[in-house]
């Protein structure tokens, strides 16, 4: 029995997978978790990652791996391949300014919707380098390569990273990626497979050295990290969203809603996608396809958040949000509590409208914080289906999705049946089911089954997003 390890080095913590090539059938597991914050060293990611593969019982068996990790991270390196600076992770808003400048110097929205398939948001690495040119010129200066969180662990596993305590010794020239996570750079085309270095130097100030784009299924090497693993092969790796898709088998036709750290809405294409209004990203996928998505900062955490102004838990804000009416009774939340990235709203703030002393109760507030995460969301399939996405099926996947709550009234708000796979590690998954890849060629990833799907049905209640769409639009910031 071959087997394929996959790795998923999110915001929060490190998972590792160790499934069967065949089958998918998993054999160990292990995690460890990342520290906190919009801005960490890798470090922190490579020592996390040592850790969770030790929890999972080591890589010595593993024949291939992959690695998926969390879109958009600026890793800076020098000529010699140390980190320049602490990362910038997809969540940092402080290069929101940066955004607007860049949209407005080079062509404005639609220009940049042309060529990059996406209009620059705080997100987006193109725009955190020129938030370092602009905040930390030195820095910038010693810039000689830039890469991803999941194209840097890809390296270590390598044997770069010489100063990471690897062993190796692979120069930046050894970086790559693949055209998924590339995608969301700002300075890669997935409609044409090319990087525009035009784009990055304008942000940068300089060229510098970028992961070499494989294939969907293209070998990077073989691992050369002592005392981690010798010799397995090494898949191309790609960003979370795209391995989530792999992970939960998603085809064309498909809508996978995640309910993570960020709220992510995503359509396997055919064809790539080009919204100047820049509400959809249109990346690439890592099967050769597409995968225009749609992101909001806010999701799961604001059912953390709620649960902790209440004082219960996850359960028994589920419960509370369930024994109130749709709509709870005309109170909404628009739950930008840390900023929003779609719409793009980096400096504002969460808003709750609606408070009478009948909708001043822990169930009215409870439900309203499900269905104000839900909305955004459902704003985000409103937005793919503008673009040309077929919507056959809805596939709600993440952490949120173990809330009762969310799973019964997702239908109601996004107004279609929605399939909850069991839980389970997706990103990482994914990663594994790319390194099976890998390991045994063919025109298409394996064909892992996943078991024990759910279907939830609702009657849709478009109350709900009229009246979340009056309190969005009435809170908007505006100069």
């Not at 989530?244 to 309910?259: E, K, M, T, W």
């Not at 804000?317 to 109170?331: F, N, R, V």
Request: negative net charge; glycine residues 12%.
């Amino acid at each position: 029995m071959a087997l394929v390890a996959g790795v998923d080095s999110s915001t929060q913590s490190c998972k590792v997978v160790v499934r069967d090539a065949a089958t998918g059938a998993l054999v160990r597991e292990g995690r460890a978790a990342h520290p906190d914050g919009t801005e960490v060293h890798p470090d922190h990611w490579r020592t996390a990652l040592a850790e969770a593969v030790a929890a999972a019982g080591g890589l010595d068996d593993v024949a291939a791996v992959a690695v998926g990790g969390q879109q958009h991270g600026m890793v800076t390196l020098d000529e010699a391949g140390a980190v320049v600076r602490p990362a910038l992770l997809w969540n940092d808003t402080r290069s929101a300014p940066q955004a607007e400048r860049l949209t407005a110097e080079h062509g404005g929205a639609k220009v940049w919707a042309d060529a990059v398939g996406l209009v620059p948001v705080a997100s987006f690495t193109v725009t955190k380098l020129a938030w370092l040119a602009e905040h930390e010129p030195d820095a910038a200066a010693r810039v000689a390569g830039v890469c991803l969180p999941h194209d840097w662990l890809t390296w270590l596993l390598l044997g770069g990273g010489v100063s990471s305590g690897t062993g190796g010794s692979l120069g930046l020239d050894g970086l790559v990626t693949d055209r998924g996570d590339a995608s969301g750079t700002g300075y890669f085309s997935a409609a044409t497979g090319e990087y525009r270095r035009d784009l990055l130097t304008a942000a940068l100030g300089h060229d510098a050295v970028l992961p070499r784009v494989l294939a969907p299924a293209q070998s990077a090497g073989t691992t050369a990290w002592a005392g981690l693993s010798t010799g397995a092969l090494v898949g191309p790796g790609t960003g979370d969203n795209m391995a989530a898709a792999l992970g939960v088998g998603a085809r064309p036709g498909d809508v996978i809603v995640s309910v993570g750290t960020s709220g992510v809405v995503s359509a396997v294409a055919e064809v790539p996608a080009s919204d100047e209004t820049g509400t959809v990203a249109g990346f690439a996928d890592a099967t050769g396809r597409y995968l225009p998505l749609v992101c909001t900062l806010n999701a799961a955490r604001v059912l953390d958040a709620t649960a902790k102004v209440l004082g219960v838990s996850l359960d028994e804000l589920s419960a509370l949000a369930l024994a109130a009416p749709s709509g709870a009774g005309g109170l909404a939340l628009v739950p930008y509590l840390e900023g929003e990235r779609t719409p793009n709203r980096p400096d504002a703030t969460g808003a709750l409208h609606g408070l009478r002393l009948e909708t001043m109760t822990p169930a009215h507030l409870a439900r309203a914080a499900v269905e104000g995460l839900l909305c955004g969301l459902a704003d985000g399939l409103d937005a793919l289906e503008s673009q040309g996405a077929r919507i056959e099926r809805v596939l709600l996947v993440g952490g949120g999705a173990r809330s009762a709550a969310l799973r019964a009234i997702a239908p109601a708000v996004l107004g279609r049946p929605v399939l909850v796979p069991p839980p389970g590690e997706y990103v990482a998954d994914g990663a594994a089911r790319q390194a099976a890849w890998v390991l045994e060629g063919g025109a298409e990833p394996p064909a892992w089954e996943v078991t024990g799907t759910s279907t939830f049905e609702a009657d849709p209640d478009p109350a709900v997003r009229a009246r979340y769409a009056q309190v969005r639009e009435m809170t908007a910031v505006r100069p």
